[in-house]
């Protein structure tokens, strides 16, 4: 099967690996000819002699893959692969800017770490700097600026240092919810 030439017209799906699974599976997908997904960031543990850097998926158990919904049973069928994740055993697309905005902060390389998924909040656009045009959340942690980018189906986010200058607010829409007032934006 050939699909070198029509992956792009597909949506991005989720997908649940088993644990531990994420790489081997992305890899193993990629064999087959589809284009994956798979955002890592650095982790530093310390054992008891020394400090080491690991590289560590960014969303645990679950990998991003582009694929026709019709033709999944190969995505179902490969090692490591749980499921497409879904509504019931209904498997949903994830939203292609949220997958656009994941690789664009990944490609900047800025730090980057896991973090809680966020409703409420300061919506912001980035104006300035690698991450120009993205949007997200913004918060302060440990003293620093941090955008959090977030994928709706999966309830996860990811958090990344950026300049206070760089963001503007975003205007709010009708429909959503209120933002949480902040005096860097003020």
């Known amino acids: 099967m050939d699909l070198t030439n029509t992956h792009q017209t597909y949506p991005w799906f989720a997908v649940q690996t088993r644990a531990r699974y994420e790489n081997f599976a992305a890899k193993q997908l990629a064999g087959r000819g589809y284009e994956v997904f798979l955002p890592f ?22 990998l991003f893959c582009r694929f026709n ?14 499921q497409v994740v879904g509504i019931g055993k209904t498997p949903v697309p994830v939203d ?36 120009s045009g993205l949007e997200g959340v913004l918060l302060t942690f ?14 996860r986010s990811v958090a990344l240092e950026v300049e206070s200058d760089w963001v503007t607010p975003v205007p709010q829409q009708s429909g959503r919810t209120a933002p949480v007032s902040s005096p860097l934006l003020t």
């Not at 960031?41 to 679950?62: A, I, N, T």
């Not at 919904?69 to 749980?82: A, E, M, N, S, W």
């Not at 994941?102 to 690698?130: H, I, N, S």
């Open 41 to 62: 960031y650095h982790c530093k543990r310390r054992w008891s002699d020394r400090m080491q850097e690991f590289e560590v998926p960014l969303f645990p158990g679950y």
């Open 69 to 82: 919904l019709l033709d999944r049973l190969p995505i179902l069928t490969t090692p490591g692969v749980i």
């Open 96 to 131: 292609e800017q949220e997958v656009i905005a994941l690789q664009t902060a990944v490609k900047t390389g800025l730090p980057r770490q896991p973090w809680m998924f966020l409703k409420v909040g300061q919506r912001v656009r980035v104006e300035v700097g690698p991450l």
């Open 142 to 155: 440990k003293g620093r600026y941090r955008l959090v980018l977030s994928v709706t189906l999966l309830q």
